[in-house]
């Protein structure tokens, strides 16, 4: 993950603690949570960089990003190393 989108990601993260989030960006990442909330390679609150799962578009192993998850899922720009946003 590129820093800009680390950093755009945690300052959302900020901003949804004050509730100054866009409700459109926060939609979003509620949406993705969902899908982040079933993933096998999460662990609490981070994609783990040791577990392992299919690329649903690929089909390829590929590796979680070890990104905090909440903060990820609020940079517009941001994917899923599943592909599953």
């Not at 926060?26 to 299919?54: A, F, P, Q, V, Y």
């Amino acid at each position: 993950m590129l820093l800009k989108h680390i950093l755009e990601g945690w300052g959302n993260w900020a901003k949804l603690q004050f509730g100054l989030t866009e409700p459109k960006l926060k939609n979003l990442s509620k949406m993705r949570l969902l899908i982040c909330d079933t993933c096998d390679i999460r662990t609490g609150h981070m994609c783990n960089s040791n577990r392992s799962g299919i690329n649903v578009i690929t089909k390829e192993i590929k590796f979680g990003c070890g990104c905090a998850i909440p903060p990820k899922t609020l940079v517009t720009n941001s994917k899923c190393p599943l592909s599953k946003w």
